[in-house]
């Protein structure tokens, strides 16, 4: 069984920043792309960033120059560094792999519970 734990979401204050964390758990062999996504209630789940095992990365328009994204593929692990955040940025952020390798099989696709981040003050 596979399973994705995230962490580091919270309150913070505008022009603040914030690094979540993603650790996939489980018989996995190996992961394609690693990401993560949020969503606020009423919309639709909306891409990130993401990043391949080759670490080729991909960003949304609303975060480009103030996101990195990095993974470790040993440890499975994905980290995203947001910076100058703003209220806007308020959702539940979700964490998820792609292309998932396991004793089962290939290509499997998986999300975490979401870690709430919240920009106010």
């Known amino acids: 069984q596979v399973q994705l734990l995230e962490f580091g979401g919270g309150l913070v204050q505008p022009g603040g920043s914030l690094r979540l964390s993603c650790l996939a758990s489980?018989?996995?062999?190996?992961?394609?792309?690693m990401g993560w996504y949020r969503q606020v209630p009423g919309k639709q789940r909306e891409l990130v960033a993401t990043?391949?095992?080759?670490?080729?990365?991909n960003f949304a328009e609303f975060v480009r120059g103030r996101c990195t994204i990095s993974r470790d593929k040993a440890q499975f692990a994905v980290y995203l560094q947001l910076y100058n955040l703003q209220p806007d940025d308020t959702a539940i952020y979700y964490c998820?792999?792609?292309?998932?390798?396991?004793?089962?099989?290939?290509?499997?696709?998986?999300w975490g519970q979401g870690t709430q981040v919240t920009v106010s003050g």
């Open positions: 998820n792999a792609a292309g998932v390798e396991t004793v089962q099989g290939a290509g499997a696709n998986y």
């Open positions: 489980g018989n996995i062999f190996g992961i394609d792309t």
């Open positions: 990043i391949t095992s080759g670490g080729q990365s």
